[in-house]
């Protein structure tokens, strides 16, 4: 299992997930990939288009800067 990271704090809506699942098909079954996003519709969109298509979405967690959070999804 490797950790991978995904920095999506400069891109919009749909790009944000398009991006994200893009590396996550890249990766292999049990790696991790921290994606990087903004508050409002990133943070609402990837994670609930994550597990729509069947990652399973670990965690949420808003970094130590202000409006910006990490979600971790497993592929």
């Known amino acids: 299992m ?3 990271n995904l920095d999506v704090t400069k ?3 749909p790009m944000t997930f398009v991006k994200t ?3 996550l098909n890249k990766l292999q079954k049990g790696d991790i990939l921290n994606v990087k996003v903004t508050a409002g519709e990133p943070l609402e969109n990837v ?3 994550a597990a729509e298509q069947g ?3 670990l965690s949420v967690k808003e970094t130590a800067v202000s409006g910006i959070y990490n979600i971790e999804i497993e592929k």
């Open 47 to 49: 994670p609930q288009s």
């Open 11 to 13: 891109e919009h809506c």
């Open 2 to 4: 490797a950790t991978y």
């Open 55 to 57: 990652f399973n979405v």
């Open 21 to 23: 699942k893009i590396e």
